[in-house]
């Protein structure tokens, strides 16, 4: 694991689109996996920055999203095929049938599971994968106790996560117990899976993911198994961690060939 660590969440979001960005400008037909949440928004600006000022093409990009809602319209405001269209792809040159999130309104919640598994592994794998991670570990919208080997799937969410998304749906009670994430063998076989987490709500989840033991109860903490995971994370969600000063001394002396 690589753990980089930058003074502010600013400047890992600038961190994040720089390597987001060098990955599609050295294979356009990159495919990327997609996050949501609060976490990813700033890197999503950058990006959007990125592509009008250094005109980053994103016209062969192919994009795959981590989850869904179950239930939701993709015209749901709160639905994660809004907060995408919003936050970066009506904002950039994505191609809209290079698009990929999981339908929350399915008839058949299984056979759509199945296809999207179909259709990342028929565009070739994900090479990057960005990420966050809930206060409890989760990933993607695997909770803990999800099987470490999980496909995509339905899962159900616990009552703080539930909680945690409580505004975008303007109250708790009105957040869908049911969701449909990518698994963690999903998210395991991309090729570059990018962990962003920023803030003190983080910290132990952070900690436990990168230091503590792996298990199904802190289910980021299967990234200690991927051959490139990196962590890029605030002063405040490291502030946890113990080998702070080794991982910040590894950053900083990047043999330049290594350097983003
Ligand atoms: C979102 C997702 C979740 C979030 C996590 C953190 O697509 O898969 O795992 O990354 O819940 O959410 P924020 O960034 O809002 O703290």
Known sequence: MEIIIQPDSREASRLAAKIVAGLVREKPHAVLGFATGQTPIELYRYLVEMHRNERLDFSEVTAFNLDEYVGLEPGHPASYHSYMR???????????????IPFGLAD??????RSYEERIHADGGIDLQILGIGADGHLGFNEPSSSLASRTRIKTLTDRTRKDNAAAFGGE?????????????????????????FGRK????????????????????????????????DEEAASQLTRTYYYKWVYENKPDWQKY
Do not use: W, Y
């Open 202 to 233: 983080k910290a132990r989840a952070v900690a436990q993911a990168a230091e503590g033991p792996l298990t199904a109860m802190v289910p980021a903490s299967i990234l200690q198994m991927h051959q490139r995971a990196i962590f890029l994370l």
């Open 86 to 100: 919003e936050n970066l792809f009506d904002r950039i040159n994505i191609r809209k049938d290079r698009v990929n």
């Open 108 to 113: 058949d919640i299984p056979t759509c599971c």
């Open 173 to 197: 009670d009105k957040v869908p117990h049911h969701v449909i994430t990518m698994g963690l063998g999903t998210i395991m076989d991309c090729r570059t899976c990018l962990l962003l987490a």
